[in-house]
């Protein structure tokens, strides 16, 4: 044959007529399956990066599709035509909860890649403080076309234009977060925004947490009102559906913990993965030693993938820099967004814990297995493009002029909360040997005095007037006020506590070490809610919530100034919202 073939002409032939043969054989083996279910969309549309005159609108699908758009204005007689991109990183595994996979590994024994695509449109030629209709529709691959409910898109709202913001964090799928978000569209209505500083899921590489975890609490159902969570107390179980929000209003988020995969597995879990991040410093040393093995096909993200990345969440939202930090006007409002979160780590000291204060005993000396302590994973330190970037923004007309300045970021600067300890910075790495050179011990001190956000971020925020402060990561409520009357307010207290460290109960910390067990380690003490604050068990006000059953979200009214802060007990259904605190977040006086 081959030699009947000798001819190139002869050759080229048979291969044409191979290939025009199986063609369809390869079509039928890579097109999308058919479709046994009803055309629906994998999120309802919401509503990102806000200009003067124009809003985008994102929404999900599991199928490629075509004529993805978004109908808006009177009558819905104009039309924006959508730009589709797929998601990269995507995957379920043996932990997922979806579908038919209501236990561990029942359908997924292994990460595995789940296809989703991105719609995003830009709407444009929106006329300021004008709230028009839209909906979104997109066509299957079999010519199925299905529509979202209308809903309503504005751009981003005129000086002066009262707004209600919801400021929450930490929703993470957590048992009270669907009730909580419902019960702020119960009592608020319709917000203007949603600012929510961190960890939005757990993992974010598992597609189903953010789309459709089977046990109803996903993140885009519980912020969109689709969520069918069940809460049960006292054998009386409750069906909280969260609340129709991110569709009308921007969501405008930080970057947290759970926004940060570590190395990129195909075998190991995505928990495992998670859990697995490397300092890209350390990644890069060891990668350079021996990067043939780690990348044999040269991966472009190669670095990435031995590190850690923020693909899935970036790839989700669309703000208004490519950079997880980023600054926005919104009405009266300058927000800025930081990039300030580490790894958490167990504050264990046990033989086995790979821990923020030591490594594990069984990798003393395989350094690609230590976690190298809470590291930091875009510096915020002097001279990061992160603080020069920072303070240009501060130092910009819309910053100053302003009427409201706000920053948000994840990690806390006061909190009476567990992850406050150790402090924000760079861990420091003692190798201790014996005498024959043999590693004993890997351990990391966090110095107190050189703590990021108290010694290099803070004074820049006084300077430049910045009246509210925004975190979360502890799972709880607290807030303080320092000497130059910045407003910081931690309303973690979402979907469940981590407990607050005040008086008898303490954290976890080494012994012999400076860091603080109760009480905000940076010296401010707690507000007590100035209107309705729980109370201890010896009937004293308490100066935090840090509840399992109570639920807690905080909304500032820009034609105020106010914040005001709510709590529901979950185990009271016919219980009302409470207002238990109010402050008026005012202009304070800069340092000069
Ligand atoms: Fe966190």
């Known amino acids: 044959m081959v030699n009947r073939l000798s001819s190139r002409p002869q050759l080229i032939a048979v291969l044409v007529f191979v290939f025009i043969a199986l063609a369809p054989l390869v079509v039928i083996f890579t097109q999308q399956p058919p479709y046994l279910s009803p055309p629906q969309l994998l999120s309802d549309p919401f509503l990102q990066l806000p200009t003067d005159t124009s809003v985008r609108v994102v929404w999900f699908t599991e199928f490629s599709g075509t004529r993805h758009s978004v109908a808006y204005g009177q009558g819905l007689r104009q039309v924006a035509i959508a730009n589709t991109t797929k998601l990269t990183r995507t995957r379920e595994d043996q932990k ?42 997109s066509v299957r691959n079999d010519g199925q076309i299905v529509k979202s409910n209308p809903f309503t898109l504005a751009s981003a709202p005129p000086p002066h234009t009262p707004l209600k913001i919801l400021l929450t964090s930490d929703h993470q799928l ?65 069906l909280y559906t969260g609340g129709e929000l991110i569709q009308h209003a921007p969501l405008f988020p930080a970057t947290g913990n759970h926004e940060v995969m570590g190395r990129f597995s195909t075998d190991s879990g995505l928990n495992d993965q998670f859990n697995d991040p490397l300092p890209r410093q350390v990644a890069a040393e060891i990668y350079q030693q021996i990067s043939s093995l780690l990348n044999p096909n040269h991966n472009p993200n190669g670095l990435k993938d031995n590190s ?43 033989p086995n814990a790979k821990g923020r204060y030591r490594e594990r005993e069984a990798d003393l000396n395989n350094p690609t297995a230590w976690g190298y302590g809470q590291h930091i994973f875009e510096p915020i330190k002097p001279g990061s493009p992160q603080s020069n970037w920072l303070k240009a923004e501060l130092n910009s007309p819309e910053f100053q002029q302003a009427k409201y300045k706000i920053v948000m970021f994840h990690h806390p600067p006061h909190s009476l909360g567990d992850n406050i300890v150790p402090p924000y910075t760079d861990p420091i790495q003692t190798i201790e040997r014996d005498r024959k050179g043999k590693i004993t011990a890997v351990r990391y001190d966090y110095p107190h005095q050189a703590d990021y956000i108290i010694r290099d971020v803070i004074p820049l925020l006084e300077t430049a007037g910045v009246q509210l402060v925004l975190y979360g990561h502890s799972h709880l409520w607290n807030r303080f006020v320092n000497s130059q009357g910045i407003h910081f307010l931690e309303s973690s207290n979402v979907g469940n506590t981590y407990g607050a460290y005040l008086g008898e109960k303490q954290r976890q910390v080494p012994k012999g070490k400076e860091y603080a067990a109760t009480g905000d380690p940076n010296g401010l003490e707690p507000i007590l809610p100035t209107i309705a604050p729980l109370r201890g068990e010896d009937n004293q006000p308490l100066p935090y919530i840090a509840s399992k059953d109570i639920t807690v979200f905080s909304i500032l009214d820009t034609s105020t100034g106010i914040v005001s802060s709510y709590r529901f007990d979950t185990t009271k259904l016919d219980s009302d919202v409470i207002e238990f605190d109010e402050f008026k977040v005012a202009p304070v006086r800069r340092v000069r």
């Open 96 to 137: 997922s909860r979806v579908g038919e996979q209501t236990e561990d590994a029942l359908v997924y024994q292994k990460p595995t890649p789940r296809d989703i695509w991105r719609h995003e449109a830009k709407v444009t030629r929106l006329t300021p403080g004008q709230r028009v209709p839209y909906r979104v529709t």
């Open 174 to 238: 957590m048992p009270m977060t669907a009730v909580n978000l419902q019960k702020v569209a119960e009592t608020v209505g319709n917000v203007d925004a949603v600012f929510l500083a961190g960890d939005l899921v757990n993992i974010p590489d598992r597609a189903s947490e953010w789309f459709d975890d089977n046990r109803g609490g996903a993140f885009f159902p519980a912020l969109q009102g689709h969520a069918d969570y069940k809460l049960e107390y006292n054998n009386i179980t409750t």
């Open 308 to 350: 850690f990345n923020t693909d899935t969440y970036n790839e989700i939202f669309t703000l208004p820099s490519n950079e997880n930090y980023y600054a926005i006007t919104f009405g009266d409002i300058r927000l800025i967004s930081l990039y300030i979160t580490n790894i958490w780590r167990t504050p264990s000291l046990k």
